[in-house]
């Protein structure tokens, strides 16, 4: 029996006087000594098995086993196609498979640079395109957080007029009582144009000159009670500034 392995690499070889395809090597076959057939098959099957060494990306393998002699030089990548490991494939092939539209952007990719970890086509070099869109914000979310400012704005609306019928009854502090109930009235109407996300809703919070003498008048005629409702205000008013993209619907 003759060993065709290339001493250089191990790669075995068909021809009787070649250059091996993987390194490049001339060499001879020799004679095999009787008795280590099964061994020098094994190391042939050990040494083929290091070709492929794309880790398992947890879908069907149809790579193609050991790398051909046509792209032994070259950076060798695996892709994964409909569930499927394809490889090995050169860079050129992987890209015109890209160009093609057999691959996205999320489609996953390897190549021995990556280590043991494969990666979306969107993360290399390899694609050119836009990076992929961010997930949508899942409308039932916007929906909930509606209706929490609302509800904010409807507990605002009660206690400044609960606070104002207390002050009105003491008499001294009548005067910020009767402003805050016409305030609490005020964030009470409101809340219904927040449920149906009207776009002119936020550029009324916009402005801070009413919290502000509110606050005022609080302090000097109603008590400082009236200045943690202020700063929930102030709370419910920043919720509406920094959603107020979620406000795009026409007054009804």
């Known amino acids: 029996m003759t060993d065709r392995r290339c001493p250089e690499c191990g790669i075995t070889s068909a021809a009787s006087v070649v250059n091996c395809w993987h390194c490049g090597a001339s060499f ?4 095999v000594v009787p008795g280590r057939e099964k061994v020098d098959q094994r190391e042939v099957e050990t040494a083929d098995i290091r070709l492929d060494e794309s880790p398992v990306v947890g879908v069907a393998d149809q790579s193609q086993g ?16 409909a569930g499927t490991r394809i490889g090995p494939i050169t860079e050129d092939k992987l890209r015109s498979m890209i160009k093609g539209g057999a691959l996205s952007e999320n489609s996953l990719v390897w190549t021995k640079s990556f280590g043991t970890k494969w990666r979306i086509l969107a993360e290399t070099d390899l694609f050119d395109g836009p990076p992929p869109l961010p997930a949508a914000e899942p409308s039932s979310t916007n929906d909930t957080l509606i209706r929490r400012i609302a509800d904010y704005e409807r507990i605002s609306g009660v206690l400044w007029i ?21 305030a609490g009235f005020s964030r009470v109407n409101i809340v219904k144009r927040i449920k149906n996300r009207e776009a002119t809703v ?26 943690l409702f202020v700063a929930f205000d102030f709370y419910i008013r920043d919720k509406i500034i920094s959603n107020k993209h979620l406000f795009i619907a026409k007054a009804r």
């Open 28 to 31: 001879k076959p020799a004679k």
């Open 162 to 182: 609960l606070l104002g019928a207390i002050q009105i009854l003491l008499i001294y502090t009548a005067i910020a009582g009767i402003w805050n109930i016409v």
């Open 66 to 81: 050991p790398v051909p002699p046509g792209i032994a030089e070259e950076v060798i990548w695996y892709c994964e196609n």
């Open 202 to 227: 936020p550029p009324e919070f916009d402005k801070i000159s009413g919290l502000i003498i509110v606050a005022i008048i609080n302090l000097l005629l109603g008590g400082l009670i009236g200045l």
